[in-house]
């Protein structure tokens, strides 16, 4: 179980309240204020940043996310204070949802100015967006699981031979619904997923995938997948090592 999901699993088996919003400070290594919290009447999950109430925001491109909210409430005990929420609506994603804010917390982990914490913040939660419009009320379909695991085994394999972490992960475009998974620069890389009898044949779904205008490499990464049970490595393992 991640540090996370054992805040939450804490939070959502404390029985000095019942109602109201509880806070558990995530780490005093990362520079802003922010904490796992549930509201406890409903046990949604949520991450919340605290901060000053003259900080503007406009969350309206934020309201039609699918499964997860982004609300701006009022700090009770501090009037000078808001938080910003970043809540789970459907308990079918909690995986997803403990990926998401695990990659929001190290994302501003470094930053103490609130207006770039904020920035940084929703530009991650921009990016993870797709991710959660693409989950159907029973999750992600089978094709679409192998696809993301197909992205995040290479990205997972790029981090550790990369000595620039910053350009491998705004590399990756994947979660923006880009034509290929990984573009930088003059460069892209489509990852392919392959199972079954046909494990070399591989499908291009759009010409524009194989399109070279603008770049001066496209590469394609063909990973052939077998299903073991109790056996081999998970989605959301794979997810959690990354994060880590």
């Known amino acids: 179980m991640t540090k996370i999901n054992e805040i939450w699993y804490e ?16 780490s005093s290594a990362i520079l802003t204020d922010v904490y796992i919290a549930l509201r406890k009447s409903e046990k949604t999950r949520c991450i919340a940043l605290k901060l000053k109430n003259d900080n503007v925001l ?25 938080f910003l929420l970043i809540l789970l609506s459907n308990k ?8 998401l804010c695990e990659d929001l917390i190290n994302g501003i982990s470094t930053f103490s100015d609130e207006k770039i ?3 940084e913040l929703l530009n991650r939660l921009e990016k993870w967006k797709s991710l959660f419009d693409k989950a159907s009320a029973e999750g992600l379909s089978p094709e679409e699981q192998r696809g993301l695991y197909g992205e995040l085994f290479f ?20 979660p923006e619904l880009a034509i290929r998974d990984f573009q930088l620069s003059d460069w892209a890389l489509e990852v392919k997923t392959t199972h079954g009898n ?30 073991q049970q109790q056996n081999g490595q998970t989605l959301n393992s794979i997810a959690e090592e990354i994060i880590q």
């Open 11 to 26: 939070l959502e088996n404390d029985t000095s309240s019942s109602t109201g919003l509880l806070l558990r400070r995530y």
């Open 92 to 99: 079918l994603h909690e995986d997803i949802f403990a990926s």
């Open 155 to 174: 990205l997972r394999k790029w981090i550790l031979e990369s000595n620039n972490l910053k350009n491998t992960l705004q590399s990756w475009v994947g």
């Open 58 to 82: 406009n969350l309206a491109r934020y309201a039609n996310l699918k499964d997860i909210k982004a609300e701006l409430i009022p700090d009770e005990k501090d009037s000078t204070k808001n």
């Open 198 to 227: 046909n494990h070399q044949k591989i499908q291009i779904n759009s010409e524009r995938q194989l399109d070279t205008e603008n770049l001066n490499s496209l590469i394609l990464y063909h990973l052939s997948l077998e299903v």
């Open 117 to 119: 914490v904020v920035q």
